[in-house]
Nanobody, 123 residues
Framework: QVQLVESGGGLVQAGGSLRLSCAVSGRTFSSYTMGWFRQAPGKEREFVAT????????YYTDSVKGRFTISRDNAKNTVFLQMNSLKPEDTAVYYC????????????????WGQGTQVTVSS
C-alpha cells in the first residue's frame, strides 16, 4: 500500500522558515513526479512545487520562487519543502503527492496524496 506522510508544519512568524518532509513508502517512485500543493480555507488546492524523483528537475509556482526549495533524499525515500521568508499568505494545509506524469502541476493528475500538514504564518 502506497503511503505519503507529511510532517514539519507549524506556526511561524512572517519572515521565518519551516521545512516540510514527506516520507514515501509502499513502492518504488523512481519514475514519479513528486509534488507539494497547498489549500487555504475557502480556496482551491493549488500547486506549489514539483520534482522528478529521477534526475531531480524542479518546477515552482511564481509566488514561491526564490523562497521555497523542493528536494529529495533517495536513500531515505523522503521529499522536502524548505520554506524561507514565509508570508501570511503562505498559510494553508500543505499536501505531498505523487504522479506518474512528467512535468505535471495539475492536482487531478496526482494519484497518491498525504494527509496534509498545517502551516500558519502570523503577521
Amino acid at each position: 500500500q502506497v503511503q505519503l506522510v507529511e510532517s514539519g508544519g507549524g506556526l511561524v512568524q512572517a519572515g521565518g522558515s519551516l521545512r516540510l518532509s514527506c516520507a514515501v513508502s509502499g513502492r518504488t517512485f523512481s519514475s514519479y513526479t513528486m509534488g507539494w500543493f497547498r489549500q487555504a480555507p475557502g480556496k482551491e488546492r493549488e500547486f506549489v512545487a514539483t520534482i522528478r524523483w529521477s534526475g531531480g528537475r524542479t518546477y515552482y509556482t511564481d509566488s514561491v520562487k526564490g523562497r521555497f526549495t523542493i528536494s529529495r533524499d533517495n536513500a531515505k525515500n523522503t521529499v522536502f519543502l524548505q520554506m524561507n521568508s514565509l508570508k501570511p499568505e503562505d498559510t494553508a494545509v500543505y499536501y505531498c503527492a505523487a504522479s506518474t506524469r512528467i512535468l505535471t502541476t495539475t492536482p487531478g493528475t496526482f494519484a497518491y496524496w498525504g494527509q496534509g500538514t498545517q502551516v500558519t504564518v502570523s503577521s
